[in-house]
């Protein structure tokens, strides 16, 4: 069979891109019966390697879902699952909790920072329990990506909320994972706080070369992306390139005509 590193998607400029991750016919199912729910029917996509994708949809349209499979952290019911060249759909438990850790990066609505450690500590964390040595290089560039090079010795309660996720950011991508995924991640964060961390992450893709896959509800965060995905039913129904945050909301307004994608 084909994998997913062989099968590129088309990029913005018409040329092709590597695929970072991809599902594959993917059906993820709830119950049995006629109590049996789709989140996921048949869904098939690329995310771009190197790139910043948002995924959006109403409540219950399976976006969250779509990423949890993605991200090795929900089993699907058919379909594959592919992460790079691997597919990840058939590995045993302790194999995808070493492929999470070692390639795959998480940014979530909350924090979980250690409150006994301070920010450096916690952004090595996960290195440090993996046993993998701190590339203190990439470690600044990265620290300096996020601005908080004046914060290291601060513990979060000596933080902001903002500054809070920043180093949450700065730990997803301190371990340089193939990909990041993030659920909501400046959905605790006031306005201000927010457009910093969504800018922070738009650095990282144009300035550090990472991918980035990003389930949100905000036209303005689906704006900071290079492209949005639309979910309906537990189906993909449109995407968006180069998205304004204007563009965005008017797309959402139309989800009822959307139809369902055979």
């Known amino acids: ?85 691997q597919e990840i759909t058939k590995l045993k438990d302790k194999k995808l909790t070493r492929l999470r850790r070692d390639r795959i990066g998480f940014i979530f609505q909350a924090f979980n920072l250690l409150p006994t450690l301070n920010a450096a500590e916690n952004i090595t964390l996960p290195m440090d329990i993996a046993g993998r040595r701190v590339d203190k290089e990439w470690l600044g560039r990265v620290v300096e990506t996020v601005g908080l090079g004046g914060r290291l010795k601060h513990r ?45 992450l738009r650095q990282s893709v144009d300035e550090l070369g990472q991918t980035i896959v990003m389930v949100t509800h905000d036209p303005v965060a689906a704006s900071y992306a290079d492209r949005v995905l639309y979910l309906a039913d537990g189906r993909l129904v449109d995407e968006m390139l180069r998205p304004s945050a204007e563009a965005v909301l008017d797309r959402m307004k139309h989800f009822d005509t959307f139809g369902r994608v055979s």
């Open 156 to 200: 979060p309660n000596q933080l902001s909320g903002g500054q809070q996720q920043r180093v949450a950011v700065a730990r997803a991508l301190a371990a340089r994972p193939e990909i990041i995924f993030g659920d909501e991640p400046t959905g605790n964060l006031d306005s201000r706080a927010g457009a910093e961390v969504l800018r922070f």
């Open 1 to 85: 069979m084909t994998t997913a590193l062989t099968q590129p998607t088309t990029g913005a400029n018409g040329g092709r891109v590597a695929v970072a991750a991809a599902g594959r016919r993917v059906v993820k199912a709830y119950g049995a019966g006629e109590t049996r729910v789709l989140a996921l029917d048949r869904v098939d996509v690329d995310i771009a390697s190197g790139a910043f994708t948002a995924i959006m949809g109403p409540s219950g349209s399976g976006k969250s879902t779509l990423m949890h499979c993605l991200a090795g952290l929900d089993t699907v019911s058919e379909g594959e699952i592919w992460v790079g060249d």
